[in-house]
């Protein structure tokens, strides 16, 4: 279970910076990314699918690194692959964001990320 400072800083965050070990060279990498809190989920959509680096990356390491508004929390990262899983996610994003803009910016949706805090 996140911090209490962490989970509010979730509720106002509007983007969330993931760090994650690089499959090659083992350093950290960090990147902002979109997100959706759903109770103690949080779930992510690769902008490039899966061939994005950091989902490509979570494949051989789950451990997760997120900030939120300057607050810090490790977790696992559980890569969804199977398509109802990735429709669900690519629904929540669409509440949260918009058609539009999901569309624009998620055009290959074969990959999504859970989290659980």
Do not use: H
């Not at 398509?83 to 509440?95: D, H, S, W």
């Amino acid at each position: 279970m996140p911090s209490s400072d962490f989970a509010r800083a979730l509720e106002t965050a509007p983007v969330l910076e993931i760090t994650v070990v690089g499959r090659k060279t083992g350093k950290k990498f960090s990147t902002p990314v979109w997100f959706v809190r759903e109770g103690g989920t949080v779930y992510l959509l690769p902008v490039k699918g899966a061939s994005t680096n950091w989902y490509r990356n979570i494949l051989k390491n789950q451990t997760i690194e997120l900030e939120a508004s300057g607050k810090r929390t490790t977790a696992t990262a559980q890569p969804i692959k199977d398509k109802k899983g990735i429709e669900q996610t690519v629904a929540r994003f669409t509440a949260k964001y918009g058609a539009r803009d999901v569309k624009r910016y998620y055009p290959r949706q074969d990959a999504a990320v859970q989290i659980a805090l």
